[in-house]
């Protein structure tokens, strides 16, 4: 009996000196793969994967009551996204192709209850670089083969890291940001 009370009693206490998932103060590099591209206009969505990155510093602990405590992060987003839209009216080698570039500051809220499971939620603001091309044999309807703009961008997301050990997570998003949905591995520095 006693050496049962001893083992529960290592367990508790093993979890106890376990580091929390993200805390004030440690730095987070996230690199992702994302699916569901979403247009500058959003008038087009595609299916080819795009590449993210992203950094934070977790910077504010909020306290939310008993044990459980909220870390602010804050940091810098950059996302790529190759596009294909082709228009459903017209034969399959007339389409527009081009490529999205996302450059933004990034804020999260990470709800911090467990040492491995790391769920937040966060905000976007930036700037779109998007530009694109027509491919056809014709021009009509656009004057311009070749166009380009540039435009203010920002999206909300959630999310939850899982941490395999103290500096390594597989990372999961679900959102409006380069793509709806995200996927990729957080090396978390402390």
């Known amino acids: 009996m006693k050496k049962g009370v001893l083992i529960v009693a290592a367990l508790i206490m093993s979890t106890m000196l376990f580091s929390q998932s993200f805390e004030k103060g440690n730095h987070g590099i996230n690199l992702g793969i994302g699916l569901g591209n979403i247009g500058y206009t959003g008038s087009y969505y595609s299916f080819l994967p795009s590449i993210n990155g992203s950094y934070e510093l977790g910077i504010v602990e909020v306290p939310m009551g008993s044990e459980l405590t909220g870390v602010v992060g804050v940091g810098g987003y950059l996302g790529f996204a190759p596009f294909?839209?082709?228009?459903?009216?017209?034969?399959?080698?007339?389409?527009?192709?081009?490529?999205?570039?996302?450059?933004?500051?990034?804020g999260t809220y990470h709800f911090i209850f467990h040492d491995k499971l790391d769920p937040y939620a966060g905000v976007i603001a930036g700037v779109d670089f998007e530009n694109w091309k027509w491919h056809g044999d014709s021009a009509y309807p656009y004057d311009d083969a070749f166009d380009s703009n540039v435009g203010p961008t920002g999206?909300?997301?959630?999310?939850?890291?899982?941490?395999?050990?103290?500096?390594?997570?597989?990372?999961?998003?679900?959102?409006?940001m380069i793509s709806f949905f995200n996927v990729g591995v957080t090396y978390k520095i402390q």
């Not at 999206?155 to 999961?172: I, K, P, Q, S, T």
């Open 84 to 106: 294909r839209y082709g228009l459903d009216s017209w034969a399959d080698d007339w389409y527009w192709s081009g490529n999205r570039i996302v450059v933004a500051v990034r």
């Open 155 to 176: 999206g909300v997301f959630v999310g939850a890291r899982y941490f395999f050990n103290d500096n390594f997570a597989a990372y999961a998003e679900l959102g409006y």
